[in-house]
């Protein structure tokens, strides 16, 4: 084989691997560095561990739980029993001016708590100092639960209209922070953030209600429910 020969021979094969080269088998390439479209890939709901919570004002001489106060406690309880992922916290101030007086508010409040249905166990003290000795202190009550959250929002990493930093600012493509407030507000409406990963195992059906149905479904008669009283209010029947 002659030089002229090999020379020849190694231009053809890095002629193939070129053209080779060239061949886009896999579809559109997509770069780390682009953001998705999808404001809902842009902008994720996460379900993490957050916290709910409610404070309790003590007075420097009243050493009890008002009506309302115990409502929020109660329902702190409630609440707790549902969704709590740990421990009920009660953070009781000291060295305060109405220190005494949160120390006898505390014992209520774990006995109202324990009365709830919440295990002694499960009820934790914290005692904390306050940063203004003459302030009245308040007490905290606190309890890990789940929760989704999104965000944050107002990121804005490029510039909207034309800039050298957008040649491609005439697309009409979604901006980075299009859709992250509609994901934020979704994850604090949410009740049970679990809903969002899974649909809830189905509860067994109204037995009186499937019961009637039935019945009239064998007489052959409408099984609907009939209001009278909406007949009662029709708009044609607003200027007679």
């Not at 120390?103 to 009365?115: C, K, M």
């Not at 299009?178 to 990963?197: H, I, K, W, Y």
């Not at 059906?205 to 009662?232: H, I, S």
Request: glycine share 8%; with cysteine; proline share 8%.
């Amino acid at each position: 084989m002659t030089r002229t020969t090999r020379t020849a021979g190694a231009g053809a094969l890095l002629a193939a691997a070129i053209a080779l080269g060239g061949c886009n088998l896999t579809g559109d390439v997509t770069t780390g560095t682009l953001p998705p479209d999808n404001y809902r890939q842009r902008h994720p709901i996460a379900i993490t561990e957050g916290e709910q919570s409610i404070v309790v004002f003590v007075g420097r001489s009243r050493g009890n739980l008002t009506e309302t106060q115990r409502d929020d406690v109660m329902g702190l309880a409630r609440s707790w029993r549902r969704e709590g992922t740990g421990a009920i916290a009660i953070d009781v101030p000291v060295d305060t001016p109405n220190a005494r007086s949160a120390q006898a508010v505390y014992q209520e409040i774990r006995g109202l708590l324990t009365s709830m249905g919440v295990p002694a166990h499960a009820i934790t003290k914290r005692a904390y100092p306050s940063d203004d000795p003459r302030a009245l202190a308040t007490i905290r009550l606190s309890y890990p639960k789940m929760a989704a959250v999104a965000g944050p929002c107002g990121l804005w990493p490029a510039d909207l209209g034309p800039s050298i930093y957008n040649p491609n600012y005439n697309e009409n493509k979604q901006f980075d922070n299009f859709g992250c407030a509609t994901q934020r507000n979704l994850a604090a409406m949410v009740v049970n953030p679990s809903d969002l990963e899974q649909p809830r195992t189905e509860t067994a059906a109204y037995t009186p209600r499937r019961t009637v149905a039935f019945d009239r479904y064998r007489k052959g008669e409408p099984t609907t429910t009939t209001y009278p009283e909406t007949d009662k209010a029709k708009l044609s029947d607003a200027a007679k």
